[in-house]
């Protein structure tokens, strides 16, 4: 099954999707609560996937996802934020984000969207 990397700064928000990813049978690899931390597990972990929040401390969801694509370009984030404006979406797919998911979300909607990315 793939493995997920979360990435959120809130610790309750990284429960919520761990709880629905790991009872679908995901591994959840690591946790980061910033961008900086993100890059840094991305590194020592490279996941298979990465959900990503875009409004963060230190760095935001974004400039992390724009850091990741450098180290590898093929890897697959799915942004996860609040913001459902059309602008951010539209930033995110622009940045190279390989899909969206908007808070407040049902659990079959981040499944639909992991299994999407799984494929």
């Known amino acids: 099954m793939k493995r997920i990397l979360i990435v959120d700064d809130a610790a309750f928000m990284r429960v ?13 690899i690591a946790e980061a609560s910033n961008g900086v ?9 490279k996941p298979d996937i990465v959900t990503m929040d875009i ?6 969801g ?4 724009k ?9 697959k984030v799915c942004m996860v934020s609040a913001m459902g404006q059309e602008s951010i979406i539209l930033e995110s797919v622009k940045s190279g984000a390989r899909d969206f998911i908007v808070k407040p ?8 969207k992991m299994s999407r990315l799984s494929a």
């Open 16 to 28: 919520v999707l761990k709880n629905i990813l790991v009872k679908e049978g995901y591994e959840v």
């Open 105 to 112: 979300f049902s659990p079959e909607d981040v499944l639909t």
């Open 67 to 75: 850091e990741i694509l450098k180290i590898d370009s093929k890897a």
């Open 37 to 45: 931390e993100a890059i840094e597990k991305f590194n020592e972990f």
């Open 62 to 65: 974004i400039v992390a996802l």
């Open 55 to 60: 409004t963060m401390p230190e760095m935001d």
